[in-house]
């Protein structure tokens, strides 16, 4: 267990803007930041981020909180394994007890997974360094390769024994389950029988975007036909290989400076580039390029150079991804290197300068390159240069941007030789037959789902709900504020009528809605809103001054979601730049007596409709016409046209 000093001294210290623009690319927004959703797909940015209240709002999934719920939902992290980021983060030194056999058996699969894989990642370096087998073949492999030490170290380069079940039977020993060995795939088993999967081969564990070992590649050292050259650790509950890009760890930071991210193939390409200099590179991890890779991406820059091996037949096959990256909004930019050269094997023979003007240099805006491929291999020949043509549309076509859609025609018109409304003409075409098919899909979609529909009753808005909300909002931006609150009161004039009259009373926010709350015996019906109601008075009694980051800090995770939500919606209007436009929203704190009265007002008088609305049922139940009754009705009526009429004062008065 954490102590208590030490959590405290990490939510104190940790910054989170900080900690998230790790994570996603955040652009000032005001007084916040605003990024890509990194929960879901999206084009337009929909996350927001709040320094000075330290917490973050995600619109479009609806998940919020500070920086440990940002940490527990991006990279699943238990509460612990949170704080432990932060104080690690910050060079915080934390004070922790001994876990007992209990709760380590309360750890889930998933937590499980983790701790084999971390165990493993250590045990295949303590091999490289600590055996005579991993100095004389893993560490000299890698020597060769013009590996420093340092770069061993900061990548956690190890080695597997040459030996069946050297591996397993450590961790057994160790009190690893085999249950987990299996899963993570670091161990085989069949029947009685257990193999280590990465038997002889150096080790490159691969890491999640905060650091934690995901799984593993293996690369064989000796030859042998029957068995793959490199070998990736099997789908899990924390391995997904298509999710997942080897050396983002390491690049994350120098991506977002840059602006642009490197993309390679291999393990070594990531590896040699870093230690030359460059270090906002990055692998598809063994498999093709795909969405969900891209978009990784896509939260640190919009800006990809792919980097191709000098070898034709792999340029071609990998010119796919291409596609996929202009899908997703982003600038693609692509380099070759010389015949027989791919990343690592240059990175290693040139300079850090050198290196670096080459890229500069040679990096191709994608249609040059598409262009300048294809062309050569349409070898004059008008049908081949027709297809060429295509092609590349196709790929404009794939520009979700009709600005950029509308440049890179021109440009393909340039550099081919072609009209641009020939170009316009077949765009068109493109646009128009997927559309079609689109249509026919929805088409067939909405058939399917008329067989099943059934007609729902239009939700209706739940007033007290969103009353009962807005007061927790009112409390949690406002309550500590002193005020001058104007209220109405019923005077007899001269004339003997009853009249309105303003009363001025000077007041802390939550004092005045704690005590017209009391007044009508009013309550929160919303268990949620209810806790969070007496919370918030019983800290604003006891301080003077209220930090809504200090009191997120000690709320549950579910709790610290409703508290983020509400207290971010009053900033989801940053997220438009209306102030660009010239529509300025009006600021909130210049009206908050008025917003309050007018709160507790309409609930005040909804309460009154819900009572009366009670008596009519309860009377035509009995099938009775009480005087009682009809006496109470009147009352409640009269003291609702009283309420409206002060209402309506309220909204059309100017504080």
Same mark, same amino acid.
């Given at each position: ?22 994570? !996603? ?24 981020? *709040? ?7 995600? #619109? ?5 909180? /500070? ?9 699943? &992290? ?33 937590? *499980?997974?983790?701790?084999? /894989? ?20 893993? @560490? ?6 013009? &590996? ?46 257990? #193999? ?41 509950? !924390? ?11 390491? =690049? ?116 040059? &390159? ?9 070898? /004059? ?11 590349? !549309? ?33 765009? =068109? ?5 997927? *559309? ?38 009112? @409390? @949690? ?32 926010? #939550? ?14 019906? /919303? ?18 001054? &209220? ?44 009206? !908050? ?63």
């Amino acid at each position: 267990m954490i102590s208590k000093s030490s959590i405290e001294q990490v939510f104190e210290t940790a910054r989170i803007e900080e900690v998230i623009g790790d994570f !996603v690319q955040l652009k000032k927004a005001g007084s916040n930041f605003k990024g890509l959703s990194p929960f879901s797909d999206e084009r337009s940015p929909s996350f927001m981020v *709040s320094p000075v209240k330290q917490i973050w709002k995600d #619109f479009s999934s609806g998940k919020g909180g /500070n920086a440990v719920t940002f940490l527990m939902e991006h990279e699943h &992290f238990t509460y612990p394994e949170a704080i432990k980021y932060l104080a690690k983060k910050y060079n915080i030194e934390i004070e922790e007890t001994e876990q007992t056999d209990a709760q380590k058996e309360e750890a889930n699969e998933r937590e *499980s997974l983790y701790l084999v /894989n971390e165990f493993a990642n250590t045990y295949f370096q303590k091999v490289l360094h600590k055996t005579d087998q991993g100095q004389a073949i893993g @560490l000299s492999y890698f020597k060769e390769r013009g &590996f420093t030490d340092e770069t061993m170290k900061a990548f956690n380069l190890g080695y597997s024994l040459d030996e069946w079940q050297g591996f397993t039977d450590e961790a057994l020993k160790q009190g690893y389950q085999i249950e987990f060995l299996e899963k993570t795939g670091l161990t085989i088993v069949k029947d009685e029988k257990r #193999f280590d999967r990465f038997k002889g081969r150096v080790m490159f564990p691969i890491h999640s975007m905060s650091g934690r070992v995901l799984g593993f590649g293996g690369r064989i050292l000796k030859a042998d036909k029957k068995a793959a050259k490199y070998l990736n650790s099997p789908e899990s509950e !924390v391995y997904h290989k298509s999710k997942i890009l080897y050396g983002l760890f390491h =690049a994350k930071q120098s991506i977002a400076k840059e602006d642009n991210c490197f993309l390679v193939e291999g393990y070594t390409d990531v590896i040699q580039f870093h230690q030359t200099g460059i270090k906002n590179v990055v692998a598809s991890s063994g498999t093709a390029l795909t969405p969900e890779q891209i978009r990784l991406i896509n939260r640190l820059t919009k800006n990809i150079t792919v980097l191709f091996d000098g070898d034709a037949a792999g340029i071609r096959a990998s010119i796919r991804g291409i596609d996929l990256i202009l899908e997703q909004g982003m600038n693609v930019k692509v380099c070759t290197f010389p015949e027989g050269e791919d990343p690592d094997s240059f990175a290693k023979q040139n300079t850090l300068e050198e290196l670096a003007v080459y890229l500069d240099s040679k990096a191709k805006d994608f249609i040059q &390159f598409k262009a300048s491929l294809l062309v050569e291999e349409a070898d /004059n020949d008008p049908i081949k240069k027709a297809d060429t043509i295509r092609n590349i !549309v196709n790929s404009i076509s794939k520009i979700p941007d009709p600005i950029k859609r509308e440049i890179y025609i021109q440009e393909c018109s340039r550099i081919m030789d072609i009209s641009e409304d020939v170009l316009f003409t077949t765009l =068109a075409q493109i646009h128009k037959k997927e *559309s079609q098919e689109a249509g026919k899909k929805q088409q067939q979609e909405k058939k399917a789902f008329d067989v099943i529909h059934k007609e729902e009753p239009k939700r209706k808005i739940n007033l007290q709900y969103e009353l009962e909300r807005k007061i927790i909002e009112i @409390l @949690l931006l406002y309550g500590s504020k002193t005020e001058d609150f104007e209220d109405l009161v019923l005077k007899e004039n001269d004339s003997g009528e009853l009249i309105l009259e303003p009363v001025t009373n000077r007041a802390r926010v #939550f004092e005045k809605i704690y005590l017209d709350l009391q007044e009508d015996e009013m309550q929160f019906t /919303n268990p949620n809103f209810k806790s969070l109601y007496y919370s918030i008075v019983d800290v604003l009694h006891q301080e003077p001054e &209220f930090s809504t980051r200090d009191f997120v800090n000690k709320l549950d995770q579910n709790m610290a979601s409703e508290v983020t939500t509400i207290l971010m919606e009053d900033e989801r209007y940053n997220l438009h730049d209306w102030e660009r436009n010239h529509i300025i929203p009006k600021d909130k704190n210049e009206t !908050v007596p008025q917003l309050v009265n007018q709160t507790i007002l309409s609930l005040r008088c909804f309460l009154i409709d819900k009572k009366v609305a009670e008596y009519q049922t309860d009377t035509l139940r009995k099938n009775s016409n009480s005087r009682g009754i009809l006496e109470d009705v009147k009352d409640y009526l009269g003291l609702k046209m009283l309420l409206s009429r002060k209402l309506g004062k309220v909204i059309g008065s100017k504080f």
